[in-house]
């Protein structure tokens, strides 16, 4: 039997290549992402200004300094913000601007940031050049701001070293156009503090960490917008100024480019822009997806910088990684020889054998609930078993030693857990079988009528198949489809239905 399964072991990860990737994306996602920043904002700028824009924002792509501010500046002329280097051109950007048959085109930041090549080479293409710049950053800001008129009731600060919350409020301020004005944490200077002198609303975005309270009081009517990370702040500005948005940009969160170049886009659109990770959702950002009921969203962008699996995430459901039913125990994450779950108790199920043991244990709510399943199987015509739930690390380390002895340790590490790594430590899983395989663990009970209804019906009750087919390389272990590990309804139909592991989902 063994040797069997390691045969099917090397047939299930030949497959799971064949498989990759594994996440598809969502059917409401609108993406435009190049292989890299400058071809993103040139395909961002093809998307919003289709017919041209006799204007340009041009800014460098490699420092976010100068850049902070102009979205309103660049709403304010309706023309897209295009990336260059500091020393030339881009060909690519370029082309654009010549597609765009813009005829003039303000470079944000001095010539220490956008050098006079770039400005000759601009000229030498006809077209006209005007800087929008300061001495440093803060000054630029301030320039900008007079550029967009005298009139301004309110105004924005962000902090002059932080991009993620100036990119998340670009799309209000561009739309409002309400200049953006850089500061230090503490202290406003004499240049900034001139300009928000004028203005009689003036909103802070970013905690204490960023714009410190004693900063608040010294600028006139100040009101804070933040939250305890650059993803939630996105969160409650998409909350205070886009309630209601049902078609959110999507941004990674760790660089600016993107979320830059997109903003003018997302401000035209009416649609805040959502920060991410490239790989993971802030809970509070799947909370304001859900509370908006959103379907489609558009992402800012290539893989690399957001990956395809974020539609899944996005709609995901909320979780609490410290939550005990999501536990996480696998090769990697290990438990203590002295962890013993709270509440074990025998589940009222048939098991294939009689008399006390250990192994008939699980903990308190995943043994109602393997009752409720069990029950249902059997009204389904499925008659299950429960083969082993918990185990001591003790126990663990018996049976894989045992394993160790009889089949080489390497091929015990495919199939058995060593201490501390095994979920039935946990409580939380139960090995399942049916008198058609003869009670035992094996991958044929997958194929039983048995196995079929657990696939598709486990979810119902909280459980998920832990290690399913084609997913070694993830788990860490192969294919079993007797094993059953309790994570909680919701939890249960998100990962069953779109063919994830607990480890994908929580990691
Ligand atoms: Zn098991």
């Known amino acids: 039997m063994l040797q069997k399964k390691l045969i099917v072991s090397v047939i299930s990860l030949l497959m799971l290549i064949s498989l990759m990737p594994r996440a598809a994306e969502a059917s409401g996602e609108e993406r435009f992402g190049g292989a890299g920043r400058y071809e993103t904002a040139n395909i961002i700028s093809k998307a919003g200004w289709k017919t041209g824009a006799k204007e340009v924002v041009l800014a460098r792509g490699d420092d976010f300094a100068d850049a902070l501010s102009s979205t309103p500046f660049a709403a304010k002329i309706n023309g897209p913000i295009l990336l260059t280097t500091g020393d030339s051109l881009k060909g690519s950007t370029a082309?654009?601007?010549k597609r765009l048959n813009a005829s003039k085109v303000w470079i944000v930041g001095g010539t220490n940031a956008i050098s006079d090549k770039v400005a000759s080479q601009l000229r030498n293409m006809n077209l006209k050049v005007e800087r929008l710049a300061g001495k440093d950053r803060i000054r630029t800001s301030v320039a900008i701001a007079?550029?967009?008129?005298?009139?301004?009731?309110?105004?924005?600060?962000?902090?002059?070293?932080?991009?993620?919350?100036?990119?998340?409020i670009a799309p209000y301020a561009a739309q409002k156009k309400i200049p953006i004005i850089l500061s230090d944490r503490n202290e406003l200077n004499s240049y900034n503090s001139n300009f928000l002198k004028k203005v009689n609303k003036t909103y802070l975005i970013g905690g204490d960490a960023v714009l410190s309270n004693s900063l608040l009081k010294k600028v006139r009517n100040g009101e804070r917008v933040a939250g305890g990370n650059r993803h939630v702040t996105s969160v409650r500005i998409a909350e205070k100024f886009f309630s209601g948005s049902s078609r959110p940009f999507i941004a990674t969160g760790e660089k600016f480019a993107d979320g830059l170049t997109g903003s003018v886009l997302a401000a035209k659109r009416n649609q805040p822009i959502l920060l991410v990770k490239q790989n993971s959702v802030d809970n509070t950002v799947k909370r304001f997806i859900k509370n908006n009921n959103v379907k489609n969203y558009t992402v800012l962008g290539g893989n690399q910088a957001v990956d395809s699996s974020i539609g899944l995430k996005l709609h995901a459901p909320q979780f609490d990684r410290n939550s005990e039913w999501l536990m996480l125990v696998n090769k990697k994450k290990h438990l203590s020889s002295s962890y013993v779950p709270k509440n074990l108790t025998i589940p009222n199920v048939r098991f294939p054998f009689s008399g006390y043991d250990q192994k008939k244990n699980l903990r308190s709510v995943p043994a109602k609930a393997l009752e409720n399943m069990f029950a249902a199987a059997k009204r389904d015509g499925s008659t299950l078993y429960a083969q082993s739930g918990y185990r001591s690390y003790q126990r663990q380390k018996t049976l894989f030693d045992y394993y160790k002895r009889q089949y080489g340790e390497a091929a015990?590490?495919?199939?058995?857990?060593?201490?501390?790594?095994?979920?039935?430590?946990?409580?939380?899983?139960?090995?399942?079988?049916s008198a058609s395989v003869g009670y035992d663990l094996v991958e044929s009970f997958g194929e039983t009528k048995e196995g079929k209804w657990v696939k598709?019906?486990?979810w119902k009750y909280g459980f998920i198949v832990?290690?399913?087919?084609?997913?070694?390389?993830?788990?860490g272990y192969q294919y079993e489809p007797w094993h059953l590990r309790y994570i909680g309804v919701e939890h249960a139909k998100y990962i069953t239905e779109n063919h994830l592991t607990l480890e994908e989902y929580l990691e």
């Open 95 to 97: 082309q654009e601007l």
């Open 412 to 433: 015990a590490n495919r199939f058995s857990a060593r201490p501390g790594q095994s979920e039935h430590q946990t409580g939380l899983a139960m090995d399942v079988t």
């Open 146 to 168: 007079n550029k967009l008129g005298s009139s301004h009731g309110t105004a924005i600060v962000v902090n002059r070293d932080q991009f993620p919350d100036a990119i998340a």
């Open 466 to 475: 832990r290690y399913p087919k084609g997913a070694e390389s993830i788990t």
């Open 456 to 458: 598709n019906n486990a």
